[in-house]
């Protein structure tokens, strides 16, 4: 870490979500989103915690027989009513940004009503409010898993055509309401993950018997109408905010090939396409022509609007967001190769990797080689958005939480960050995943925290809700006064 200097406009700070931290779920008029409708589920071995899809007979289960389920993210950590006690902890802690984002049903709560839901509006102009009083930049994800389960039901989210429209208004909504006092937005989060889950990326329910049982040509059907949709709101961003930033996000999955053997070498890169091709749309406004021969060699045909190439070639974002918590490896064995490339958790396990709680990689290299081989192929800025370490947190006899691990996890990673702006790439900053402790969005649980604010709440919502500083509270907030020197 010699002469390694952040820059001094470096954006430190921390992330959560609405579906995850707010509750209030039946607020001010809020109606229901798809996160909503997931039940805590008791993980069975790690990897449960990747089970996020819902099927359409689960969804009509819940439904209903909501009475017999636990919704976890309807009562998230109070957010709604305690933003202002955690807000002014971001603030101790000397966030320069936070990253939150809106609910889609507080501001339409079935998703196509004509008018938006006052109250929920107002509701967000309180949180910025706060946040500008302490100097905290807001960036806003437009909608984090949030889509509303109304729109679900009408036409299966963003399978639909339909859906683009629905979500642009409600994106011209909120840039009307808050030009003003944002800059920076990222229309969704995670858009890759259509390919893990299409029930929480864009509210698809996938039945494959519409296409002979092929999965992929509805996910990436809706994957296609998201692109859409958000190049539009990038179109209504400029034309509403001039000069605001507008970025697209991915979960980041770095890929090692399994051995120097050609064949899995070759894996890797497809596999690596895969997961970039969505910024080389929303970058360069185009697809690239990879992706027309895998749609060709899975029998995948996209629907296009004659004016979607437009829109696209148009309407390119300014920056590349993306969540990074693991690499993994890519092997050509047809044993091995995921049933889509982009699986968040890979089969193979890395022996020169330690691994988490939860059986993730920890990989803070891999961060470094990330940031060079984005900012090498795009040539934008990059923000990290999400990164943490979700474990296990016990409260002390002494009432304590003496979270080392995560320092450590957060220092090895922060310290590559480092390394990559020295290599010459232009990072925007860095916002930890969390902020305090909330659901996490696999299982719905609580038990699996990242935050640096330990909330008094289990996987069944008993507690006092109580927020008690984790060490790794002051050791944040002595990186940031220091503008990352203290490593």
Same mark, same amino acid.
């Given at each position: 870490?010699?002469?390694?200097?952040?820059?001094?406009?470096?954006? &430190?700070?921390?992330?959560?979500?609405?579906?995850?931290?707010?509750?209030?779920?039946?607020?001010?008029?809020?109606?229901?989103?798809?996160?909503?409708?997931?039940?805590?589920? *008791?993980?069975?071995?790690?990897?449960?915690?990747?089970?996020?899809?819902?099927?359409?007979?689960?969804?009509?289960?819940?439904?209903?027989?909501?009475?017999?389920?636990?919704?976890?993210?309807?009562?998230?950590?109070?957010?709604?009513?305690?933003?202002?006690?955690?807000?002014?902890?971001?603030?101790?802690?000397?966030?320069?940004?936070?990253?939150?984002?809106?609910?889609?049903?507080?501001?339409?709560?079935?998703?196509?009503?004509?008018?938006?839901?006052?109250?929920?509006?107002?509701?967000?102009?309180?949180?910025?409010?706060?946040?500008?009083?302490?100097?905290?930049?807001?960036?806003? /994800?437009?909608?984090?898993?949030?889509?509303?389960?109304?729109?679900?039901?009408?036409?299966?989210?963003?399978?639909?055509?339909?859906?683009?429209? %629905?979500?642009?208004?409600?994106?011209?909504?909120?840039?009307?309401?808050?030009? *003003?006092?944002?800059?920076? &937005?990222?229309?969704?989060?995670?858009?890759?993950?259509?390919?893990?889950?299409?029930?929480?990326?864009?509210?698809?329910?996938?039945?494959?018997?519409?296409?002979?049982?092929?999965?992929?040509?509805?996910?990436?059907?809706?994957?296609?109408?998201?692109?859409?949709?958000?190049?539009?709101?990038?179109?209504?961003?400029?034309?509403?905010?001039?000069?605001?930033?507008?970025?697209?996000?991915?979960?980041?999955?770095?890929?090692?090939?399994?051995?120097?053997?050609?064949? %899995?070498?070759?894996?890797?890169?497809?596999?690596?396409?895969?997961? /970039?091709?969505?910024?080389?749309?929303?970058?360069?406004?185009?697809?690239?022509?990879?992706?027309?021969?895998?749609?060709?060699?899975?029998?995948?045909?996209?629907?296009?609007?004659?004016?979607?190439?437009?829109?696209?070639?148009?309407?390119?974002?300014?920056?590349?967001?993306?969540?990074?918590?693991? /690499?993994?490896?890519?092997?050509?064995?047809? *044993?091995?190769?995921? /049933?889509?490339?982009?699986?968040?958790?890979?089969?193979?396990?890395?022996?020169?990797?330690?691994?988490?709680?939860?059986?993730?990689?920890?990989?803070?290299?891999?961060?470094?080689?990330?940031?060079?081989?984005?900012?090498?192929?795009?040539?934008?800025?990059?923000?990290?958005?999400?990164?943490?370490?979700?474990?296990?947190?016990?409260?002390?006899?002494?009432?304590?939480?003496?979270?080392?691990?995560?320092? %450590?996890?957060?220092?090895?990673?922060?310290?590559?960050?480092?390394?990559?702006?020295?290599?010459?790439?232009?990072?925007?900053?860095?916002?930890?995943?969390?902020?305090?402790?909330?659901?996490?969005?696999?299982?719905?649980?609580?038990?699996?925290?990242?935050?640096?604010?330990?909330?008094?709440?289990?996987?069944?919502?008993?507690?006092?809700?109580?927020?008690?500083?984790?060490?790794?509270?002051?050791?944040?907030?002595?990186?940031?006064?220091?503008?990352?020197?203290?490593?």
């Amino acid at each position: 870490m010699n002469n390694i200097v952040f820059p001094k406009e470096f954006l &430190w700070g921390g992330a959560s979500s609405a579906s995850q931290a707010e509750g209030g779920y039946d607020a001010d008029g809020r109606g229901l989103s798809i996160s909503d409708m997931h039940p805590y589920r *008791k993980m069975e071995h790690s990897n449960d915690n990747m089970k996020i899809e819902v099927s359409s007979k689960e969804l009509m289960e819940y439904m209903n027989n909501e009475e017999k389920y636990y919704f976890p993210k309807r009562k998230g950590v109070d957010f709604f009513n305690r933003y202002k006690e955690d807000i002014a902890l971001f603030a101790e802690m000397g966030f320069k940004v936070y990253r939150l984002s809106i609910a889609w049903t507080r501001i339409f709560p079935l998703g196509d009503e004509e008018e938006p839901n006052e109250s929920g509006l107002a509701f967000y102009d309180k949180v910025f409010d706060e946040l500008e009083k302490y100097g905290i930049e807001p960036l806003v /994800t437009i909608t984090h898993y949030e889509m509303p389960i109304h729109l679900v039901k009408k036409y299966n989210g963003f399978e639909s055509r339909q859906a683009i429209g %629905d979500y642009v208004k409600f994106a011209k909504v909120i840039f009307n309401r808050y030009k *003003k006092r944002v800059k920076y &937005w990222i229309p969704f989060n995670e858009l890759n993950m259509m390919l893990t889950s299409p029930y929480t990326c864009g509210g698809v329910i996938c039945d494959a018997s519409k296409y002979n049982g092929n999965e992929k040509q509805i996910k990436y059907q809706a994957t296609h109408h998201q692109l859409v949709a958000s190049a539009l709101a990038t179109k209504a961003a400029r034309e509403i905010m001039p000069g605001a930033k507008i970025g697209c996000m991915i979960a980041r999955l770095e890929t090692y090939a399994a051995t120097s053997k050609p064949e %899995d070498q070759l894996q890797a890169l497809k596999e690596e396409q895969i997961n /970039t091709f969505y910024p080389e749309v929303l970058i360069r406004g185009r697809y690239p022509q990879y992706m027309y021969r895998y749609f060709e060699e899975n029998s995948i045909n996209i629907e296009m609007s004659p004016e979607d190439s437009d829109i696209l070639n148009n309407n390119t974002a300014d920056f590349i967001a993306f969540s990074y918590y693991m /690499t993994y490896l890519a092997s050509a064995d047809p *044993k091995h190769i995921a /049933t889509d490339s982009g699986s968040l958790v890979g089969a193979l396990k890395n022996p020169y990797l330690e691994m988490t709680e939860w059986d993730w990689p920890i990989d803070p290299i891999g961060l470094r080689i990330t940031l060079n081989r984005l900012y090498d192929k795009f040539q934008v800025p990059l923000f990290i958005v999400e990164n943490g370490l979700g474990a296990n947190d016990d409260v002390s006899e002494d009432g304590k939480i003496h979270d080392s691990y995560r320092i %450590d996890y957060l220092k090895k990673h922060i310290e590559q960050v480092g390394e990559a702006i020295k290599d010459g790439v232009e990072v925007m900053g860095y916002t930890t995943w969390g902020t305090t402790d909330f659901i996490s969005c696999g299982t719905s649980q609580m038990s699996k925290r990242y935050g640096f604010v330990y909330v008094d709440q289990d996987n069944f919502g008993n507690g006092t809700q109580k927020r008690i500083k984790k060490d790794s509270f002051y050791w944040y907030k002595k990186v940031i006064e220091s503008n990352g020197n203290i490593l």
